[in-house]
């Protein structure tokens, strides 16, 4: 029993020192903690990508170190309903930003499964349909949202171009 405990001990150190796990560190503390998400949301069209890139050590980690399909579904769940609900203009979606913290979800999550955590790793693997679901409506809702703000932008430019 100890021989296997200090097996997991040295697995759990060998993931925490993996240069993607450390981005995740600092881009959680940083993007969620100090609102950097949703300060970089104030940016438009911009915003939203930009934080969407920084779920990609998130993937990595998920994907390619602990190797968990599961995981990485859930991963990704979180990362596009934050950039879903960050896509909300005049600034509602900048606000829910700082209540949502997907990184925190996500490197949660991620700690559950180094540390070995039972309950996540069960939790996690039970929604894996439901989160490979919810990532297709994800995407279809972005894609219509991508579509409405183009809209509403080439509505207010000849709005704006008539009065000229």
Not at 114 to 137: H, P, T, Y
Request: net charge positive.
């Amino acid at each position: 029993m100890k021989m296997k405990d200090e097996e997991r001990q040295l697995r759990r150190q060998r993931l925490m020192d993996n240069k993607a796990y450390q981005a995740m560190q600092w881009l959680t503390r940083y993007m969620d903690c100090y609102y950097l998400d949703a300060l970089i949301g104030g940016i438009p069209g911009w915003g939203d990508t930009i934080a969407l890139a920084s779920v990609m050590p998130f993937i990595y980690f998920s994907l390619k170190v602990i190797k968990s399909i599961p995981l990485t579904l859930a991963v990704l769940n979180n990362a596009l309903r934050d950039v879903l609900l960050g896509m909300i203009p005049f600034f509602v979606g900048d606000i829910i930003d700082i209540f949502h913290r997907a990184n925190t979800k996500n490197l949660a999550m991620i700690q559950g499964f180094v540390d070995g955590d039972e309950a996540v790793i069960k939790l996690v693997n039970q929604r894996a349909w439901q989160s490979a679901f919810v990532l297709i409506l994800l995407l279809l809702l972005i894609a219509l949202m991508i579509w409405l703000l183009i809209s509403f932008g080439s509505y207010l430019y000849s709005l704006l171009a008539s009065f000229v």
